[in-house]
């Protein structure tokens, strides 16, 4: 028989395991009362508020309608949202956050995200998009043509994310948080534009802090590709130079001068030749050797332009400021390294390696 004194602990520890077998904050649903919400799309809204929008019901059978409020809370929105609704909407599943882009020029949307990041109910697997256009009105016209759009949509990104394949920017939640909070990187976003017919990506927003200040498209973003996200991509087509290069990989390497006012950077370029439009003679040694030269000239030249335009816009998604970090040395601040890199000269230099295909065999140059 257990002493007087052990009964009062052991009621306590019955209490605790009873508490911890039922949570203070149940909630009772049936399966058939939710409705699990795989986007919101947030735009402005009139008189300062927030748009927010939604498609249910995203798995049944039944004809799918978009939803929109205008409120002054995130969370305010997802309330609203189930009060002209006959299903509770339930975040867990929510994988995407689209941005209207005229959100993000005017900043704060880190409080937005930092809400959904927070909350227990949702994963930090959540993709963050930027839209330039009117996202509710392609969904809209979707819903005639294509039922799961918004699911399809999930598959895109997550089918580019996957092995880093290399064709466009893909962020979620927690890697665009880590990249706002560093002192020596700033955060980026894919960009893309949406109208009634189209949803096509545009290319990458730039951010200084949470502010969006430029986006780059076309051959630069092929080339931030290649310099710093996936360091892959199947096609670089150059129109300039007729030439399209595949399976191109990249290897870069930064060296910062001791009192950081030079970036020298090398890029080894590894592809293959897929195409060539142009009048020179690629069966001929000699001028496939200058058609790579050529390459390698416009490469360098995009590349240095690229760079010079973000250090007007003092933005460095590149991580060049994690350079200047040395052992048992003090670290220097944000503002200090804005300042010397706004001022940096930059050398660009490619090292170029084309495999030719000639009736399907490869040459190695």
């Not at 798995?59 to 205008?70: D, T, W």
């Not at 509710?136 to 990104?157: A, G, H, S, V, W």
């Not at 003092?314 to 601040?333: M, R």
Request: glycine residues 6%; hydrophobic residues 40%; aromatic residues 10%.
């Amino acid at each position: 028989m257990l002493p007087y004194k052990h009964y009062g602990l052991l009621a306590s520890v019955c209490l605790m395991w009873m508490a911890g077998c039922s949570s203070p904050y149940v909630e009772n649903n049936l399966i058939e009362e939710i409705a699990p919400v795989v986007f919101w799309s947030i735009g402005e809204g009139t008189e300062g508020k927030l748009k927010i929008s939604t498609l249910v019901p995203p798995l049944i059978q039944e004809k799918k309608r978009l939803l929109s409020k205008e409120v002054d809370l995130l969370k305010q929105g997802g309330r609203e949202f189930n009060l002209i609704y006959y299903q509770e909407l339930k975040q867990g599943q929510l994988r995407m956050l689209l941005i209207n882009e005229e959100l993000a020029k005017k900043g704060g949307i880190e409080k937005m995200i930092n809400t959904i990041l927070v909350d227990p109910d949702i994963s930090t697997r959540v993709y963050l998009l930027i839209v330039r256009g009117d996202f509710d009105e392609y969904i809209k016209n979707q819903l005639t043509k294509q039922e799961n759009q918004d699911y399809f949509l999930y598959r895109m990104l997550k089918h580019y994310e996957k092995h880093n394949q290399g064709e466009m920017s893909i962020v979620d939640i927690h890697q665009f948080m880590k990249m706002l909070y560093s002192p020596l990187k700033d955060p980026i976003l894919p960009v893309f534009h949406s109208d009634k017919n189209n949803f096509d990506y545009l290319g990458t927003a730039l951010f200084q802090n949470d502010k969006e200040v430029m986006v780059i498209q076309d051959l630069d973003d092929n080339i931030f590709q290649l310099l710093d996200n996936d360091h892959f991509l199947k096609v670089l087509a150059i129109p300039k130079l007729s030439i399209s290069l595949g399976r191109v990989r990249s290897n870069v390497r930064m060296k910062l001068s001791e009192d950081y006012s030079t970036l020298s950077l090398h890029v080894g370029l590894q592809g293959r030749m897929e195409e060539y439009q142009g009048e020179l003679d690629i069966q001929s040694e000699k001028q496939l050797e200058q058609l790579i030269h050529e390459v390698k000239v416009y490469l360098e030249e995009q590349t240095s332009d690229l760079i010079k335009k973000m250090q007007r816009w003092k933005v460095d998604p590149l991580e060049v400021g994690t350079h200047s970090l040395k052992p048992f040395s003090k670290e220097i601040t944000e503002e200090q390294w804005l300042k010397y890199w706004e001022n940096m000269k930059i050398n660009v230099d490619y090292e170029i390696k084309v495999h030719p295909l000639i009736n399907g065999s490869v040459q190695v140059r």
